[in-house]
């Protein structure tokens, strides 16, 4: 039995050595605002650090019990258990979810309302290969973090610390369920991390999209009487072969991959029925509609040529659009983490032919928000590998909980401290184009 090729890796070897020649050469823009009085920094260390061991046992039992999209009762019991064992009142079944989570802390005087997300489902046969339990410890701990900062003096705060854990993202979009119930209604900025093999302030994030076409043909003996059929596995054959001949008109970040889930029973009967799903990915929000609509062309126009019907189900979850970044944000956040002896890179640095998608992009069209990444791993290793899924259970893993939660913690204290700092996060949201229907988007 012959076995496949191994893919080279000299891309990704090319890839590496252009950023390390990157990172001595680009300087991480810095941030003009003041953010939360510098004291407080010393507060959030200490605070943060008293929950270490707390933290280290999010990361090591979510790590040993992954639970997928919408089964992550475990994980969430684990995470309101601590929120309750720290005096904070936490509801689960939140916004439409049965495992989302919503907790808050505030301070005495009316202001704004920033958000601190958690996740924490895992991944079919990989576990936590995208490392969501060290997110559940980043957002845990730095709303635990800031409810203890907060609690020292009630009144020198003004505005409020939403917490959420936002269940299924890996594939099902669990953010939109829930912003659709009213999670973000009230909240005016939200922020999280994400673990991964460098320290990056931005990355390209792209939007994703799920389409289901089903081909329905007319079955009839394969050799006997062929010509009295009409095969549906040849409409999903063409239009899997006009997706690769679309490719060389793509822009250079789409991505397209399909499967064909169903193609009939026997050979020797022509396939009455075939299924095919597929992933479209863009890095913006029109460009993800356009490929949609030339995706759309090409399922259709297969079925004309093979003579069979068509049905196209967009979005049997809901879509996820490109990750749209504040800078004003990320710069209270490169800040932090540099405190922490931590660098992260700025945008371009890393390139973006390497993305994935998340449902926070849902959010950062809602509201302005951030989602930079953490070094857990070595930069070669991949996401959704088991070799990422070996590094989330790391004392590198147990580190980047601890300096993502004070990370957040304080770039949310700069928020809830800093007007000119909010004023300047909310005009550049505006100029990015402000908020969008995001649940009619591709209607």
Same mark, same amino acid.
């Given at each position: 039995?012959?076995?496949?090729?191994?893919?080279?890796?000299?891309?990704?070897?090319?890839?590496d050595?252009?950023?390390?020649?990157?990172?001595?050469?680009?300087?991480?823009?810095?941030?003009?605002?003041?953010?939360?009085?510098?004291?407080?920094?010393d507060?959030?260390?200490?605070?943060?650090?008293?929950?270490?061991?707390?933290?280290?046992?999010?990361?090591?039992?979510?790590?040993?019990?992954?639970?997928?999209?919408?089964q992550?009762?475990?994980?969430?019991?684990?995470?309101?258990?601590?929120?309750?064992?720290?005096?904070?009142?936490?509801?689960v079944?939140?916004?439409?979810?049965?495992?989302?989570i919503?907790?808050?802390?505030s301070?005495?005087k009316?202001?704004?309302?920033?958000?601190?997300?958690?996740?924490?489902?895992?991944?079919?046969?990989?576990?936590?290969?995208?490392?969501?339990?060290?997110?559940?410890?980043?957002?845990?701990g730095?709303?635990?973090?800031?409810?203890?900062?907060?609690?020292?003096?009630?009144?020198?705060?003004?505005?409020?610390?939403?917490?959420?854990?936002?269940?299924?993202?890996?594939?099902h979009?669990?953010?939109?369920?829930?912003?659709?119930?009213?999670?973000?209604?009230?909240?005016?900025?939200?922020?999280?991390?994400?673990?991964?093999?460098?320290?990056?302030?931005?990355?390209?994030?792209?939007?994703?999209?799920?389409?289901t076409?089903?081909?329905?043909?007319?079955?009839?003996?394969?050799?006997?009487?062929?010509?009295?059929?009409?095969?549906?596995?040849?409409?999903?054959?063409?239009?899997y072969?006009?997706?690769g001949?679309?490719?060389?008109?793509?822009?250079?970040?789409?991505?397209?991959?399909?499967i064909?889930?169903?193609?009939?029973?026997?050979?020797s009967?022509i396939?009455?029925?075939?299924?095919?799903?597929?992933y479209?990915?863009?890095?913006?929000p029109?460009?993800?509609?356009?490929?949609?609509?030339?995706?759309?062309?090409?399922?259709?126009?297969?079925?004309?040529?093979?003579?069979?019907?068509?049905?196209?189900?967009?979005?049997?979850?809901?879509?996820?659009?490109?990750?749209?970044?504040?800078q004003?944000?990320?710069?209270r956040w490169?800040?932090?983490?540099?405190?922490?002896?931590?660098?992260?890179?700025?945008?371009?640095?890393?390139?973006?032919?390497?993305?994935?998608?998340?449902?926070?992009?849902?959010?950062?069209?809602?509201?302005? #928000?951030?989602?930079?990444?953490?070094?857990?791993a070595?930069?070669?290793?991949?996401?959704?590998?088991?070799?990422?899924?070996?590094?989330a259970?790391?004392p590198?893993?147990?580190?980047g909980?601890?300096?993502?939660?004070?990370?957040?913690?304080?770039?949310?204290?700069d928020?809830?401290?800093? #007007?000119?700092?909010?004023?300047?996060?909310?005009?550049?949201?505006?100029?990015?184009?402000?908020?969008?229907?995001?649940?009619?988007?591709?209607?």
């Amino acid at each position: 039995m012959s076995q496949p090729s191994v893919p080279s890796s000299a891309y990704l070897h090319h890839l590496d050595a252009e950023t390390q020649r990157l990172k001595h050469t680009i300087q991480t823009p810095g941030s003009p605002f003041d953010g939360a009085p510098p004291e407080l920094a010393d507060v959030v260390d200490a605070a943060a650090e008293s929950l270490r061991g707390e933290l280290n046992d999010v990361v090591h039992s979510l790590h040993a019990n992954p639970e997928t999209a919408y089964q992550e009762h475990g994980s969430a019991r684990l995470l309101t258990d601590l929120l309750t064992r720290h005096g904070v009142e936490a509801q689960v079944g939140v916004h439409g979810v049965d495992t989302a989570i919503r907790a808050e802390v505030s301070g005495r005087k009316p202001g704004s309302t920033i958000a601190v997300l958690s996740e924490y489902d895992a991944l079919p046969d990989v576990g936590h290969a995208c490392g969501h339990n060290v997110i559940a410890a980043t957002g845990v701990g730095a709303f635990l973090t800031l409810a203890q900062t907060i609690r020292r003096d009630p009144e020198a705060f003004a505005g409020r610390v939403v917490f959420l854990g936002t269940p299924a993202e890996e594939g099902h979009s669990g953010k939109e369920i829930m912003a659709r119930h009213g999670a973000f209604e009230g909240a005016d900025a939200a922020i999280m991390v994400h673990p991964y093999g460098y320290d990056l302030a931005d990355q390209v994030w792209l939007g994703r999209r799920l389409l289901t076409v089903t081909y329905t043909g007319i079955s009839a003996h394969a050799s006997a009487q062929p010509f009295m059929g009409r095969n549906a596995l040849d409409a999903a054959n063409l239009a899997y072969q006009g997706i690769g001949l679309l490719r060389q008109q793509m822009l250079p970040a789409d991505r397209v991959h399909a499967i064909i889930d169903d193609g009939g029973r026997r050979p020797s009967v022509i396939p009455e029925q075939a299924v095919m799903k597929l992933y479209a990915r863009s890095k913006y929000p029109d460009t993800l509609k356009d490929l949609s609509s030339r995706l759309t062309d090409i399922a259709e126009g297969a079925a004309r040529m093979a003579g069979v019907g068509v049905e196209l189900e967009w979005d049997e979850h809901p879509p996820s659009l490109p990750v749209r970044s504040n800078q004003a944000l990320t710069g209270r956040w490169v800040a932090t983490q540099q405190r922490r002896g931590r660098n992260p890179l700025p945008a371009g640095v890393v390139s973006e032919t390497i993305a994935a998608s998340t449902d926070f992009g849902n959010v950062s069209y809602r509201i302005p #928000g951030i989602h930079p990444l953490i070094g857990i791993a070595p930069s070669d290793v991949a996401l959704h590998t088991r070799d990422f899924a070996e590094a989330a259970d790391s004392p590198a893993a147990e580190a980047g909980a601890i300096d993502g939660a004070v990370g957040l913690a304080l770039t949310a204290l700069d928020w809830l401290c800093d #007007g000119k700092l909010r004023a300047a996060v909310r005009e550049e949201f505006e100029a990015q184009g402000g908020a969008v229907d995001v649940p009619h988007y591709f209607d």
